[in-house]
T-cell receptor, first 110, second 116 residues
Framework: QKEVEQDPGPLSVPEGAIVSLNCTYS??????FMWYRQYSRKGPELLMY????GNKEDGRFTAQVDKSSKYISLFIRDSQPSDSATYLC??????????FGPGTSLSVIP | DSGVTQTPKHLITATGQRVTLRCSPR?????VYWYQQSLDQGLQFLIQ???????AKGNILERFSAQQFPDLHSELNLSSLELGDSALYFC???????????????FGPGTRLTVL
């Protein structure tokens, strides 16, 4: 079993839809959780980071962490064609290397 | 633009050859990380340097090596290349490299390596 699992998609939604992206993990020592966005042929860029269970909102993006279920989510409201990219979840323990999920490919259709 | 630069953008070479990938971190960042991204393996951490010293090692093959120079740029050397080494290689940099989650890693545009 991989440490971090993520549905690779592709996920295709109409513009304006609410998108839900999810990751599960097996290491209960993970404490810090991040979401990166990667456009085609570009490097990943950090979207959001969270610590502990609960929700964190930033504009149209909401990150949710449920440590008891070892499950994290990223919600995108009012999705735009510019949101079309691959979304990578990432997580780490206190001072260890970052472990990335395989990524979910998202297409937002105008 | 993250401020991290990588050269070259593309590299095509043959099996058995040796290549060097170069990375310049963001101004002020002391730590450099190297990652390999392939379709079947996702983004894999290879190695981290902090201010010239190796700090952490991930799934880096013995055929691969890296170093960080006094001006903080870094090079990743890949030797005895195999077909399976074809991938995107990303460099990232951060200020402290302490591993704290607030020490954000900024990624470069990557080098696409094709081994024929």
């Amino acid at each position: 079993q991989k440490e971090v699992e993520q549905d690779p998609g592709p996920l295709s939604v109409p513009e304006g839809a609410i998108v839900s992206l999810n990751c599960t993990y097996s290491n209960s020592a993970f404490q810090y959780f991040m979401w990166y966005r990667q456009y085609s042929r570009k490097g990943p860029e950090l979207l959001m980071y969270t610590y502990s269970s609960g929700n964190k909102e930033d504009g149209r993006f909401t990150a949710q962490v449920d440590k008891s279920s070892k499950y994290i989510s990223l919600f995108i409201r009012d999705s735009q064609p510019s949101d079309s990219a691959t979304y990578l979840c990432a997580m780490k323990t206190s001072y260890d290397k970052v472990i990335f999920g395989p990524g979910t490919s998202l297409s937002v259709i105008p | 633009d993250s401020g991290v630069t990588q050269t070259p953008k593309h590299l095509i070479t043959a099996t058995g050859q040796r290549v060097t990938l170069r990375c310049s971190p963001r101004s002020g960042d002391l730590s450099v990380y190297w990652y390999q991204q392939s379709l079947d393996q996702g983004l894999q951490f290879l190695i981290q340097y902090y201010n010239g010293e190796e700090r952490a090692k991930g799934n880096i093959l013995e055929r691969f090596s890296a170093q960080q120079f006094p001006d903080l740029h870094s090079e990743l050397n890949l030797s005895s290349l195999e077909l399976g080494d074809s991938a995107l290689y990303f460099c990232a940099s951060s200020f402290r490299g302490s591993g704290a989650y607030t020490d954000t890693q900024y990624f470069g545009p990557g080098t696409r390596l094709t081994v024929l």
